[in-house]
């Protein structure tokens, strides 16, 4: 009898350890994932919070860089941009992501921009025909590979993101929200959140959301995107400092 009894207390007390460690593993996981939610998003009541960034770096053979599937064979010299002696030029990423368009067969896209950040290159591409922003994409400062950039290009990209890979079952491929509406939606994130810092005027379009810059005393800062149909927030955590940007007027 009390061995059946210590072996029933012996196997309630694991499964609880096990219950608490799987709550506390949620808990913490769920503060990283999912930021508190904020009325921000014209009005649209309580649960529209920021995403906050996902991956510092791009890293990983799903890339492509400049030669190929393969890491990069030659070192670029004593030239290059921004004191790395062993980093891409903000040229050399143009040319990058150039390259890694046609390789997947993007014909009708081009490079509306490509910013140099502190932890890597940034471009858009867009549609040539419609404007329409189709994917953002980042260069590793070092290697030159070239990926989809995590966060909104991924999850709320409804036509060349997730959505058109069937991962997330969307149907929808247009903003409910203005890109006037997006900018306010922006600059009251900001208010609320990053207090000095505006929402730049002018808001690229994506299928599903709309990508701002964020400026500080009127220089480009970082970036933010907002969802096309909710005003969720979802601040880019990941470049670093701003350095530098070629196309688009030079950030108008």
Do not use: C
């Not at 096309?228 to 007027?249: A, C, K, P, R, S």
């Amino acid at each position: 009898m009390k061995t059946v009894l210590w072996t029933s207390l012996g196997i309630v007390v694991v499964v609880a350890l096990v219950v608490v460690g799987l709550a506390a593993g949620w808990a913490l996981w769920g503060r990283q994932l999912w930021a508190a939610p904020s009325a921000y998003a014209l009005d649209r009541g309580p649960g529209y919070g920021e995403y906050p960034g996902m991956m510092p770096r791009m890293r990983g053979p799903w890339g492509h860089n400049r030669d190929g599937w393969t890491e990069r064979s030659r070192d670029l010299g004593e030239d290059s941009a921004y004191g790395d002696s062993d980093g891409l030029t903000i040229e050399e990423a143009h040319e990058a992501v150039e390259r890694y368009l046609r390789s997947r067969g993007y014909e009708d896209l081009e490079i509306a921009e490509v910013m140099a950040f502190e932890q890597n290159y940034y471009a858009i591409a867009r549609e040539h025909d419609t404007g329409i922003g189709a994917m953002e994409l980042l260069v590793d400062r070092e290697s030159g590979i070239v990926g989809p950039e995590m966060g909104p290009n991924m999850m709320w990209n409804e036509r060349y993101g997730m959505h058109h890979r069937g991962m997330m079952g969307s149907g929808r491929r247009g903003n409910v929200l203005t890109a006037e509406e997006a900018v306010e939606v922006a600059q009251r994130w900001l208010d609320a959140n990053r207090p000095g810092l505006t929402a730049d005027e002018h808001a690229v379009p994506f299928y599903g959301y709309y990508t701002i810059h964020t400026l500080e005393d009127g220089k480009i800062e970082g970036m933010l995107s907002v969802h096309g149909t909710t005003g969720q927030v979802w601040y880019h955590t990941w470049h670093g400092d701003f350095l530098d940007i070629m196309g688009e007027e030079e950030a108008h």
